[in-house]
């Protein structure tokens, strides 16, 4: 029962993470810096004598250095109290500074991502001040000094991070600290010290996406026919006694078929089938190079830069191509005036991300 609660809270938490939020933004998601604060319990493992678990607080902050790798500053505080073997009792405030190094396994899996659910994993190196403050008859049954010392260890633990906003987020934190024995010291013992915590934390310094104009062809324009109608000859100015007989005007040209057209056909996230409307734009294509029957055809696919992965991104313009070729064809244009190229993610021809899900058609007489 336990194993199923857990596999279904691990693909809860990739569902959301994979489909959270697929809207644009006009800003990066690393590098940035954060503060928070934190609060929540706190225990020692290995030492019987300790009574519960007991109240922890904490500040953090930190700087994400790219959307996977980022290092934070944290210092915490509690307080606890121990049971002593001669049936007395002291407690201890415990200062605790520690430097970590922070691993974000929801942008490594699902980069570019506006991800509502963050996934960190917390590795670090913890520093901890034990001050005691006794409260039995006799203080020095405490041997107080042993343990009013610095003690450093090693730290392992983890982050889910709930994006409310753009700066806003809510951590749930939990993970242990562990402080060796040392030969030097006798009296010390090894010890687990594990927590869980909550806090809010604040993010800044996000740089904005520059709002370039489209690299590769502008915004989808509808096919130019070009009309070329000749003027008819004025006929000569009649003489004043007789006048000629009129001469027949000459018809208008039938229009000119424009010698370029370019088309663009949008597709779906994560698609290549071509819907009801964009095969319209495709049937246009068709006649016009059935008119134009030296013209040749180039068809460049694309994928947003925002989902998938470079790899994905790759296949899926090169389908989206295919496909736009393949209703090119059935339309009766020949496969052999048609080119294919994909671009992938790796060139965003329009600003607005949903837009670059598309094959850009270009059309050229001779």
Same mark, same amino acid.
């Given at each position: 029962?336990?194993?199923?609660?857990?596999?279904?809270?691990?693909?809860?938490?990739?569902?959301?993470?994979?489909?959270?939020?697929?809207?644009?933004?006009?800003?990066?998601?690393?590098?940035?810096?954060?503060?928070?604060?934190?609060?929540?319990?706190?225990?020692?493992?290995?030492?019987? #004598?300790?009574?519960?678990?007991?109240?922890?607080?904490?500040?953090?902050?930190?700087?994400?250095?790219?959307?996977?790798?980022?290092?934070?500053?944290?210092?915490?505080?509690?307080?606890?109290?121990? %049971?002593? %073997?001669?049936?007395?009792?002291?407690?201890?405030?415990?200062?605790?500074?520690?430097?970590?190094?922070?691993?974000?396994?929801?942008?490594?899996?699902?980069?570019?991502?506006?991800?509502?659910?963050?996934?960190?994993?917390?590795?670090?190196?913890?520093?901890?001040?034990?001050?005691?403050?006794?409260?039995?008859?006799?203080?020095?049954?405490?041997?107080?000094?042993?343990?009013?010392?610095?003690?450093?260890?090693?730290? #392992?633990?983890?982050?889910?991070?709930?994006?409310?906003?753009?700066?806003?987020?809510?951590?749930?934190?939990?993970?242990?600290?562990?402080?060796?024995?040392?030969?030097? %010291?006798?009296?010390?013992?090894?010890?687990?010290?594990?927590?869980?915590?909550?806090?809010?934390?604040?993010?800044?310094?996000?740089?904005?996406?520059?709002?370039?104009?489209?690299?590769?062809?502008?915004?989808?324009?509808?096919?130019?026919?070009?009309?070329?109608?000749?003027?008819?000859?004025?006929?000569?100015?009649?003489?004043?006694?007789?006048?000629?007989?009129?001469?027949?005007?000459?018809?208008?040209?039938?229009?000119?078929?424009?010698?370029?057209?370019?088309?663009?056909?949008?597709?779906?996230?994560?698609?290549?089938?071509?819907?009801?409307?964009?095969?319209?734009?495709?049937?246009?294509?068709?006649?016009?190079?059935?008119?134009?029957?030296?013209?040749?055809?180039?068809?460049? #696919?694309?994928? %947003?830069?925002?989902?998938?992965?470079?790899?994905?991104?790759?296949?899926?313009?090169?389908?989206?191509?295919?496909?736009?070729?393949?209703?090119?064809?059935?339309?009766?244009?020949?496969?052999?005036?048609?080119?294919?190229?994909?671009?992938?993610?790796?060139?965003?021809?329009?600003?607005?991300?949903?837009?670059?899900?598309?094959?850009?058609?270009?059309?050229? #007489?001779?």
């Amino acid at each position: 029962m336990k194993y199923r609660m857990i596999v279904s809270l691990v693909a809860l938490m990739m569902t959301a993470t994979t489909f959270a939020q697929k809207t644009e933004r006009n800003y990066e998601l690393a590098p940035y810096g954060f503060v928070g604060v934190q609060g929540g319990v706190q225990k020692t493992w290995s030492n019987p #004598g300790v009574r519960d678990w007991k109240p922890m607080f904490g500040l953090q902050g930190g700087y994400f250095f790219t959307e996977v790798f980022g290092a934070r500053l944290q210092g915490t505080y509690s307080k606890w109290d121990v %049971d002593l %073997d001669n049936n007395t009792t002291y407690n201890s405030s415990r200062l605790g500074i520690d430097m970590d190094l922070l691993f974000n396994f929801s942008n490594l899996f699902f980069p570019h991502r506006n991800n509502f659910i963050n996934v960190i994993g917390v590795a670090g190196v913890p520093f901890e001040l034990a001050v005691p403050h006794t409260k039995v008859d006799v203080p020095a049954t405490c041997e107080n000094s042993k343990y009013t010392n610095w003690k450093t260890g090693w730290k #392992g633990g983890g982050i889910i991070q709930l994006n409310l906003t753009k700066n806003w987020a809510i951590d749930l934190e939990a993970g242990t600290n562990y402080i060796a024995k040392r030969s030097s %010291d006798a009296n010390f013992k090894s010890r687990w010290w594990p927590y869980a915590m909550a806090g809010i934390t604040y993010k800044f310094g996000h740089k904005k996406i520059a709002s370039d104009a489209p690299v590769a062809m502008p915004e989808p324009i509808e096919p130019v026919v070009e009309t070329k109608v000749e003027q008819a000859p004025v006929p000569a100015t009649a003489a004043v006694e007789k006048k000629p007989e009129p001469k027949p005007q000459p018809k208008p040209a039938a229009p000119k078929i424009a010698a370029k057209t370019t088309q663009n056909v949008f597709f779906e996230l994560g698609k290549a089938d071509i819907s009801a409307n964009e095969a319209q734009k495709i049937n246009e294509v068709a006649e016009w190079a059935k008119q134009n029957s030296d013209a040749t055809i180039t068809l460049t #696919g694309y994928a %947003d830069a925002e989902t998938g992965n470079a790899e994905l991104n790759k296949k899926l313009s090169e389908r989206r191509a295919a496909a736009v070729k393949d209703a090119l064809v059935k339309n009766g244009v020949s496969a052999s005036r048609i080119t294919t190229d994909a671009k992938g993610d790796t060139v965003q021809p329009f600003s607005a991300n949903d837009k670059n899900r598309a094959v850009i058609i270009i059309g050229q #007489g001779k």
